[in-house]
């Protein structure tokens, strides 16, 4: 089955200690992103991956870092969570080319509740 | 700046009912516009795709328009039923090439009343 999946689903976490959600996609999709989730602000992208090693900030990227190593996985990072970190996140990915077609449908995780105490 | 507004932001219908989202964006310069279906606590599931060369894509009881030159989008639900309670986002990709950045509207919330 095509999907993204985000690990864990749920996390309660105390401020300053270092946490990584993974993301993994099947679709050899070439684009993966972060998203924050916020009420009354919307989805908004922190960062963005257009390649293994391409990396480059969204519009949100302050306190994140992440890596691509492998096409499939995108680890979101928080070196030093703080509770204006706590929000939901998802992992999305995009872009396929097939015999000169290229498909940029989006497809998105299940999402990933933070909590920062 | 691209912004993205739904209206209205809830929405409450009889089972059966036809009904219609709205949304509308800012600059029409864009690549494509998706739609998607959020279930509380959930992510987001992918409706409809509608590249910026394209009017309209049909999915199911799903339609979904496209007038970039008025920068606005419906999403038509036919034979609306209760399990098409959630909430529907929609979004607009810029033209500049930022990972498949999407912009979001605020979403309208559904509930289809048996």
């Known amino acids: 089955e095509a999907q993204v999946t985000q690990n864990p689903r749920y996390l309660i976490t105390v401020t300053g200690k270092k946490l990584t959600v993974t993301c993994s996609q099947n679709?050899?999709?070439?684009?993966m992103s972060w998203y924050r989730q916020d009420p009354g602000l919307g989805l908004r992208q922190i960062y963005y991956?257009?390649?293994?090693?391409?990396?480059d900030k969204g519009d949100v990227p302050e306190g994140y870092k992440v890596s691509r190593k492998e096409k499939r996985n995108f680890p979101l990072i928080l070196e030093s969570p703080s509770p204006n970190q706590t929000s939901l996140y998802f992992c999305?990915?995009?872009?396929?080319?097939?015999?000169?077609?290229?498909?940029?449908?989006?497809?998105f995780g299940p999402g990933t509740r933070l909590t920062v105490t | 700046k691209q912004e993205v507004t739904q209206i209205p932001a809830a929405l409450s219908v009889p089972e059966g009912e036809n009904l219609v989202l709205n949304c509308s964006f800012t600059?029409?310069?864009?690549?494509?516009l998706q739609w998607f279906r959020q279930d509380p606590g959930k992510g987001l599931t992918s409706l409809l795709l509608?590249?910026?060369?394209?009017r309209e894509q049909t999915s199911g009881r799903l339609n979904a328009s496209l007038d970039k030159s008025s920068g606005r989008s419906t999403l038509y639900i036919a034979a609306s039923q209760p399990g098409d309670s959630a909430t529907y986002l929609c979004?607009?990709?810029?033209?500049?090439?930022?990972?498949?950045?999407?912009?979001f509207g605020q979403g309208t919330e559904l509930s289809v009343k048996p």
């Open positions: 999305a990915s995009s872009l396929t080319r097939d015999r000169g077609l290229m498909s940029y449908e989006q497809y």
């Open positions: 679709m050899n999709h070439e684009y």
């Open positions: 991956s257009m390649n293994v090693e391409v990396t």
């Open positions: 600059d029409s310069a864009i690549y494509n």
């Open positions: 509608i590249q910026s060369s394209q």
């Open positions: 979004a607009v990709r810029p033209p500049y090439n930022q990972g498949g950045k999407l912009i």
